[in-house]
């Protein structure tokens, strides 16, 4: 306790810390506030089919845009701590890795718009958007840049322009064009996605001149062919790719599949609502993601005991706070839906009344899964998001045709609380619930990712 001591107590009460973590949620918030203030702009600027018509388009992107990069950039956070060489190593054939995978990312996009497009309208609001693809890998690696050279002001600033960039550039579409529709939006959000590449171009080649820079002139992997490189890239990160990518599949899913079960007008509708839940999700995202889960890594090496701790109290706070955002979705947002939307989305607001049940469950899941790091952990992790997302797919799929929107919402609860009971089960498994103070045994069992 007294090593561990030292550099932890340092690390919470040094200024700079706080102020770095500060940043960095502010930044989290103005990004997600901007993300929900462009989306509910645009869905009163055009009619419920041809919002569904846009939402469904973004979804199919959001989903294959994780596949760019594929993990890379927490993959090499993650090994970070081993020294700037290996980082270096590590580095020059994640880059490689990345080209690959963002090329591969493209050509599963066209595909799949050109599989599940309903005509040629949609097909094309579609491609357009794919510049959204290029743009999620290069800004990762921007992102990664700063996150190693610890400018957290700057990383805060980068991570909420891409929303920021947005809002603008749908506040310019509404007050230009004398009527919109779904394609003046992607083309809006493409050149932003293409502002962004361009602007990433200079932080990237000052990395790739890192890498070269630091890379052993003896490292192994040099010799290896390109191809085999890349393959070793992907077998070591996998784990750290495929949670996000099935992540995004289980939340855009419902919207694909009921716009082309029930068409375009149900899919806004259901889109509608999905933002408003996105809005309810980012309390325990922030708090997780950019306060606690640093901490926990680094906790997970020096006090097992303090991170147990710190994980049980999270999921009475969570709770707590799940019981009352839902209760206030569920009150407040079928008031407001309409005033956000404009009336042609009243079904929306009777629709929340339902998905505001997903809340407790969503706080609570996060906080069960957020002790889960290591490479196997993440392996669960990902095991607990594809069941989710095969629930909510073959849910959505049995009921779209007949129930619409309602299908969707059936499916988004359901997965949400599928998600939750096997990350209760996986924490049962590992001892992370076991009641009284936790022994040397169970420390290990949990450092190790190993089951009793």
Same mark, same amino acid.
């Given at each position: 306790?007294? %090593?561990?001591?030292?550099?932890?107590?340092?690390?919470?009460?040094?200024?700079?810390?706080?102020?770095?973590?500060?940043?960095?949620?502010?930044?989290?918030?103005?990004?997600?506030?901007?993300?929900?203030?462009?989306?509910?702009? *645009?869905?009163?600027?055009?009619?419920?089919?041809?919002?569904?018509?846009?939402?469904?388009?973004?979804?199919?992107?959001? /989903?294959?845009?994780?596949?760019?990069?594929?993990?890379?950039?927490?993959?090499?956070?993650?090994?970070?701590?081993?020294?700037?060489? +290996?980082?270096?190593?590590?580095?020059?054939?994640?880059?490689? &890795?990345?080209? /690959?995978?963002?090329?591969?990312?493209?050509?599963?996009? $066209?595909?799949? #718009?050109?599989?599940?497009?309903?005509?040629?309208?949609?097909?094309?609001?579609?491609?357009?958007?794919?510049?959204?693809?290029?743009?999620?890998?290069?800004?990762?690696?921007?992102?990664?840049?700063?996150?190693?050279?610890?400018?957290?002001?700057?990383?805060?600033?980068?991570?909420?322009?891409?929303?920021?960039?947005?809002?603008?550039?749908?506040?310019?579409?509404?007050?230009?064009?004398?009527?919109?529709? =779904?394609?003046?939006?992607?083309?809006?959000?493409?050149?932003? #996605?293409?502002?962004?590449? =361009?602007?990433?171009?200079?932080?990237?080649?000052?990395? /790739?001149?890192?890498?070269?820079?630091? $890379?052993?002139?003896? %490292?192994?992997?040099?010799?290896?062919?390109?191809?085999?490189?890349?393959?070793?890239? =992907?077998?070591?990160?996998?784990? %750290?790719?495929?949670?996000?990518?099935? +992540?995004?599949?289980?939340?855009?899913?419902? *919207?694909?599949?009921?716009?082309?079960?029930?068409?375009?007008?149900?899919?806004?509708?259901?889109? /509608?609502?999905?933002?408003?839940?996105?809005?309810?999700?980012?309390?325990?995202?922030?708090?997780?993601?950019?306060?606690?889960?640093?901490?926990? @890594?680094?906790?997970? @090496?020096?006090?097992?005991?303090?991170?147990?701790?710190?994980?049980?109290?999270?999921?009475?706070?969570?709770?707590?706070?799940?019981? $009352?955002?839902?209760?206030? $979705?569920?009150?407040?947002?079928?008031?407001?839906?309409?005033?956000?939307?404009?009336?042609? +989305?009243?079904?929306?607001?009777?629709?929340?009344?339902?998905?505001?049940?997903?809340?407790?469950?969503?706080?609570?899941?996060?906080?069960?899964?957020?002790? !889960?790091?290591?490479?196997?952990?993440?392996?669960?992790?990902?095991?607990?998001?594809?069941?989710?997302?095969?629930?909510?797919?073959?849910?959505?799929?049995? !009921?779209?045709?007949?129930?619409?929107?309602?299908?969707?919402?059936?499916?988004?609860?359901?997965?949400?609380?599928?998600?939750?009971?096997? &990350?209760?089960?996986?924490?049962?498994?590992?001892?992370?619930?076991?009641?009284?103070?936790?022994?040397?045994?169970?420390?290990?069992?949990?450092?190790?990712?190993?089951?009793?």
């Amino acid at each position: 306790m007294k %090593y561990f001591a030292r550099p932890f107590s340092a690390l919470l009460l040094n200024r700079r810390a706080i102020a770095a973590v500060v940043i960095l949620w502010l930044g989290a918030i103005l990004g997600a506030l901007a993300s929900f203030s462009s989306q509910v702009m *645009i869905a009163r600027a055009l009619t419920p089919a041809e919002f569904g018509v846009f939402a469904s388009a973004l979804a199919l992107v959001t /989903a294959i845009s994780p596949l760019a990069g594929f993990g890379q950039h927490t993959y090499l956070v993650k090994v970070s701590g081993q020294g700037p060489s +290996y980082l270096a190593n590590k580095l020059a054939d994640s880059l490689s &890795f990345v080209i /690959a995978s963002t090329a591969v990312s493209c050509t599963i996009l $066209v595909l799949a #718009a050109t599989a599940l497009s309903a005509g040629g309208y949609s097909l094309v609001v579609s491609l357009v958007l794919g510049s959204i693809v290029v743009a999620s890998a290069t800004n990762d690696l921007v992102s990664l840049r700063l996150i190693l050279a610890e400018r957290h002001t700057e990383l805060s600033v980068w991570n909420s322009l891409p929303h920021l960039a947005r809002l603008v550039a749908v506040g310019v579409v509404i007050l230009l064009a004398p009527s919109v529709n =779904a394609m003046h939006f992607a083309i809006a959000y493409s050149l932003v #996605a293409v502002m962004l590449v =361009a602007m990433s171009c200079k932080p990237i080649s000052k990395l /790739a001149a890192s890498v070269r820079s630091n $890379v052993e002139k003896d %490292y192994a992997g040099s010799a290896m062919p390109i191809w085999r490189r890349i393959l070793s890239v =992907a077998h070591v990160a996998w784990p %750290y790719g495929v949670e996000p990518f099935i +992540y995004m599949v289980y939340f855009q899913a419902a *919207i694909v599949i009921i716009s082309q079960l029930s068409g375009s007008h149900q899919a806004g509708v259901f889109a /509608a609502s999905v933002t408003v839940l996105s809005a309810a999700y980012l309390l325990p995202t922030v708090i997780y993601q950019k306060f606690l889960i640093p901490k926990f @890594h680094r906790l997970r @090496h020096f006090d097992m005991q303090t991170l147990v701790t710190l994980y049980r109290n999270g999921i009475k706070l969570m709770l707590i706070f799940g019981i $009352v955002v839902g209760a206030l $979705v569920g009150f407040i947002c079928p008031l407001i839906m309409p005033l956000l939307f404009g009336n042609s +989305y009243l079904e929306s607001a009777s629709l929340m009344l339902l998905l505001a049940l997903c809340v407790p469950a969503r706080y609570l899941s996060t906080a069960f899964g957020a002790a !889960f790091l290591d490479r196997g952990q993440m392996r669960d992790r990902a095991a607990c998001f594809t069941a989710a997302a095969v629930v909510v797919a073959i849910t959505t799929a049995a !009921f779209a045709s007949k129930y619409g929107a309602v299908a969707g919402v059936a499916a988004t609860i359901l997965g949400e609380y599928v998600i939750l009971i096997a &990350f209760i089960h996986r924490a049962l498994k590992s001892q992370l619930l076991s009641k009284g103070p936790t022994t040397g045994k169970q420390i290990n069992e949990i450092r190790c990712g190993e089951v009793t």
